[in-house]
């Protein structure tokens, strides 16, 4: 049971912001965003995370929508270091207390490919 | 240490043997996970430890995966019997705490590639 939906792939200019989106259409109050990417042979890196507000650190921008239903992560100025398998997660708030017992859910993610 | 480490970082083992996974979390990180990523898949949850105590072991594979943690940092995954299915990338993260929002992001290892032949 995906809890996101992001496309499988695509493709950004090299110089250009990439701006891979993300359906969670059946997010729950208590459940924030994260984003991760996992560059090839590596492990995943955490990007950002967020729950309601816009967040910018900096590695990128995470744009919610009022409605929390999808998000766009942004890289403002793409390298090709950044093509990368990158993954939008939803996560309970307060796993501690009983939310849910899992660790990160990781769906395929989208493959991001900076074009030089 | 700096970030999370795995041994060994590559093996090979032969069909039906036992092989053990190491992991060392980053220094002072409470909560850490186990997840494995088979050959052009995603990653797969298998288990998480809330210092050394593991609440929900229902997303090990089968009865021949086991984790244990000690002294609330390393952590080793045992498969035994290993089948040729089990040949994947395992890795290990270790986050500060569990409660998400509160400095939780996960910082992985380079994993361990596990072939059985």
């Known amino acids: 049971d995906a809890k996101t939906t992001q496309p499988p792939s695509m493709d950004c200019a090299e110089g250009r912001a990439a701006n891979p989106p993300c359906n969670h259409s059946t997010i729950s109050g208590n459940e924030y965003v994260y984003w991760y990417r996992q560059i090839h042979s590596q492990g995943p890196q955490y990007i950002i995370h967020?729950?309601?507000n816009n967040e910018t650190n900096e590695m990128a921008s995470l744009i919610i929508t009022e409605d929390r239903k999808s998000s766009t992560l942004i890289l403002p100025h793409a390298t090709l270091r950044d093509t990368a398998v990158y993954y939008c997660i939803v996560r309970d708030r307060d796993l501690y207390s009983g939310g849910g017992a899992d660790g990160l859910t990781f769906g395929k993610g989208t493959h991001l490919i900076i074009q030089p | 240490g700096a970030g999370v480490s795995q041994s060994p970082s590559n093996k090979v083992t032969e069909k039906g043997k036992d092989v053990e996974l190491r992991c060392d979390p980053i220094s002072g990180h409470t909560a850490l996970y186990w997840y494995r990523q088979s050959l052009g898949q995603g990653l797969e949850f298998l288990i998480y430890?809330?210092?050394?105590?593991?609440?929900?072991k229902s997303g090990l594979p089968s009865d021949r995966f086991s984790a244990e943690r000690t002294g609330g940092s390393v952590s080793t995954l045992t498969i035994q019997r290993t089948q040729q299915e089990d040949s994947a990338v395992y890795l290990c993260?270790?986050?500060?705490?569990?409660?998400?929002?509160?400095?939780?992001?996960?910082?992985f290892g380079q994993g361990t590639r596990l072939t059985v032949v």
């Open positions: 993260a270790s986050s500060l705490t569990l409660r998400t929002g509160l400095n939780t992001e996960a910082f």
């Open positions: 967020g729950l309601k």
């Open positions: 430890f809330q210092g050394n105590s593991a609440p929900d």
